[in-house]
């Protein structure tokens, strides 16, 4: 069976957009089977859907339905995730500072030549497929340009960013 995560963005983050993740998964398995979470920033693991942007857009209505809270919901499978960790842009960065962005589609042309100029000191970007890696160095997330209305700006399609080390861990979850 293929597991695929559902990745939300921006759930319970500085205490904004609280969505419980047991109450989550009461929520969710009678439209996706047997799910489970992983740390309260919303990494649902499940099998992988028939129809993602279906699946997708259900689960952002059962979300706001349930928790008033409007989310994008990206969905990547197991072999997505594992395509992503292979084609890791910047392998000697910090796995706190290096995120994967994951993108709900395909970025805009000429993104990443909109995003550069907004670059910190140490700071580094690549877009590969639906992904953009940020490298955010030393300074890390406190001290970068790169908010989230400047990427969704840039990029024009909703993304949501996981660090390094829990992209592994989410890639052996899904395994």
Do not use: Q
Not at 24 to 48: D, M, Q
Not at 79 to 95: G, I, K, Q, T, V
């Amino acid at each position: 069976m293929t597991r695929s995560v559902l990745l939300l963005r921006a759930v319970n983050v500085g205490g904004r957009s609280r969505v419980p993740m047991a109450r989550l998964r009461e929520v969710l398995e009678p439209e996706l089977g047997k799910v489970s979470t992983y740390i309260a920033s919303g990494n649902i693991v499940c099998a992988h859907p028939s129809d993602p942007r279906a699946a997708s857009e259900r689960v952002r209505s059962l979300i706001a339905a349930e928790f008033d809270v409007d989310t994008p919901v990206i969905v990547r499978t197991h072999e997505d995730l594992r395509a992503a960790l292979d084609a890791l842009p910047f392998p000697d960065a910090s796995e706190k500072m290096l995120h994967a962005m994951f993108l709900g589609g395909p970025a805009a042309a000429g993104a990443v030549d909109a995003l550069l100029p907004r670059l910190v000191s140490g700071e580094r970007i690549a877009l590969i497929g639906d992904e953009l890696w940020i490298d955010y160095g030393e300074g890390g997330v406190r001290s970068t340009k790169l908010t989230t209305a400047v990427l969704d700006r840039a990029l024009g399609v909703a993304g949501t960013a996981r660090n390094l080390r829990t992209l592994r861990t989410l890639t052996e979850l899904t395994a």
